[in-house]
C-alpha cells in the first residue's frame, strides 16, 4: 500500500505539486471502462489492491488533482479540478463541493494571486472547475493575476453560443460558470498545438478523449515531464492501453493517442503526470511482460 508523503515531485530544478480536490471511490470497473475484463484486473491484484480498487464496494479508485510546476519563474497550474459549489448533477462526487482545495494551495505556500499561468488540458467540468470561484453571488476568476491558456480547438468544442454546440450532461453549465468569466475578465488566451507555455513547458496536441485535448510537456536536461491529462484515467491502462474510457469523445482516436504517449515514453527518463490516477498519482512507463507496459512508482527522494 502507498505510504503517503510529500506530493512534491522534481524535474530537474522544477518542482512540481499535486494538489488534489477528490480522492476516493469512483465508478465502478465497467461504469468506466466498458470494455474491461474482470481478469485484468485479477492478473494486476498485487498492486491494484486497495491503491487503485476498493475490492469491497467493486469501485475504481480514483483522484481529482491539479499540478502546480513552478519552473522558478512562473507557477504554472495545470488542469483546476472540479470547484466548489458547481452545480454538477450528472457526476453526485462533482455535485455542490466544498473542498479545501484552495487551502491544499496554501500549504505549498501559495495564493491564488500566485497562479502566473492556468493551462487546462481540455475543458471538461472536472478540469476547469477552480477557473472560477462564487463571490457574492456571482462567478468571478479565482487566479486574479493568470493567463488562462485554453487550446483554440478545445473552446470552439465547449463554447455554448455556437449555433452547432453539442451539449454533455457532464458539462451542462461548466462554460457559463468556468469558462465564461474568465473570459470576460479578459484573462484568456486562446493557443494553438506547439504553443511554449514557458521555456521547455510546451503544448502537444493529444486529441480522442476531446477533440482540442493537449498535453503540456516539461523538458529539463535529459529529464521529462508529461502532463497528460485525461488520456489516461486510471493505470489499468498503462497494462490495458486497449480499455477505453466511457468519456472518450471519440475512443479510437483516443486509443492510438495512448498507445503513442506510452511508447514514447517507456523506459525513458519521462515521468507522466495523469490527472486522475490516486496517489502517488505519477508515474514512469516500463516495459512489462508478454510486450506489455508496466508501471514503474518509484517516488521522487527529495523533499
Ligand atoms: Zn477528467
Redo the contacts with the bound molecule.
Keep these: 500500500m502507498y505510504a503517503g508523503g510529500a506530493d512534491v515531485f522534481h524535474c530537474g530544478n522544477v518542482r512540481i505539486h499535486r494538489i488534489e480536490d477528490y480522492q476516493g471511490p469512483g465508478f465502478v470497473p465497467e461504469g468506466m471502462f466498458p470494455n474491461i475484463e474482470r481478469r485484468m484486473l485479477q492478473e494486476q491484484w498485487a498492486w491494484l489492491v486497495p491503491d487503485f480498487y476498493y475490492p469491497d464496494l467493486d469501485r475504481l479508485r480514483t483522484s ?1 488533482h491539479s499540478w502546480v510546476v513552478q519552473t522558478g519563474r512562473h507557477n504554472v497550474l495545470i488542469d483546476a479540478c472540479v470547484g466548489n459549489h458547481k452545480h454538477r448533477p450528472a457526476v453526485e462526487s462533482f455535485h455542490m463541493r466544498n473542498a479545501p482545495w484552495l487551502e491544499r494551495l496554501a500549504t505549498v505556500g501559495l495564493r491564488p494571486e500566485d497562479i502566473d499561468v492556468v493551462f487546462c488540458t481540455h475543458l ?1 467540468a ?2 476547469i472547475g477552480w477557473n472560477t470561484r462564487l463571490q457574492n453571488g456571482r462567478w468571478v476568476p479565482t487566479f486574479t493575476k493568470a493567463r488562462y491558456l485554453f487550446g483554440r480547438t478545445e473552446f470552439s468544442r465547449w463554447d455554448d453560443r455556437r449555433p452547432d454546440y453539442q451539449p454533455t450532461a457532464l458539462n451542462e453549465g461548466a462554460f457559463e460558470d468556468s469558462i465564461l468569466p474568465v473570459l470576460e475578465a479578459g484573462l484568456v488566451e486562446l493557443i494553438d498545438d506547439g504553443h511554449e507555455i514557458e521555456p521547455g513547458l510546451c503544448v502537444e496536441a493529444s486529441p480522442g478523449h476531446t477533440p482540442g485535448h493537449a498535453c503540456a510537456r516539461l523538458r529539463v536536461g535529459d529529464q521529462e515531464a508529461l502532463f497528460t ?2 488520456i489516461l ?1 486510471h493505470p489499468i491502462q498503462v497494462h490495458y492501453p486497449e480499455v477505453c474510457s466511457v ?1 472518450d469523445d471519440d475512443s479510437q482516436q483516443a486509443l492510438r493517442t495512448r498507445q503513442r504517449i506510452l511508447e514514447a515514453s517507456v523506459d525513458r527518463d519521462t515521468r507522466l503526470f495523469p ?2 490516477f490516486a496517489q502517488p498519482s505519477a508515474c514512469r512507463v516500463i516495459s512489462g511482460p508478454n510486450g506489455r507496459f508496466a508501471i514503474d512508482w518509484a517516488a521522487d527522494a527529495r523533499p
Design positions: 481529482v471538461h472536472d478540469h491529462g485525461d484515467h468519456f490527472t486522475h
